[in-house]
């Protein structure tokens, strides 16, 4: 599987943006989709999942803020993230597992938050 993420930039304390991720190749739409970020000095830690029924699970960091969707059709999942902090500033990575269950991460996109 192949993951190409968009939709990062720099926005202002406060601001929203949404994150896309593409997904192509050996795709299994059964397994959950998920969003990961990682910053500075920091690990890498999990964000939000979507799983095959539609149903979402939150990091508690984000929950409230951040909204997981997914379009099957298109094999694509959406992070809308609203009402953003300095402290999300963060490379921000999809993930799935594909047929074979073999790890996929995307090649991460920036997201700073900053006035």
């Known amino acids: 599987v192949q993951l190409v993420e968009s939709g990062g930039g720099l926005v202002q304390p406060g601001g929203s943006l949404r994150l896309s991720c593409e997904a192509s190749?050996?795709?299994?739409?059964?397994?959950?989709m998920d969003w990961y970020r990682q910053a500075p000095g920091k690990q890498r830690e999990w964000v939000a999942s979507i799983f095959i029924g539609g149903n979402a699970a939150y990091a508690v960091s984000v929950r409230g803020r951040f909204t997981i969707s997914r379009d099957n059709a298109k094999n694509r999942v959406f992070l809308q993230m609203t009402s953003l902090k300095p402290e999300d500033t963060a490379i921000y990575y999809c993930h799935t597992l594909d047929r074979d269950n073999v790890v996929a991460w995307g090649q991460g996109i920036q997201v700073t938050v900053s006035s």
């Open positions: 190749g050996n795709i299994f739409s059964g397994n959950s």
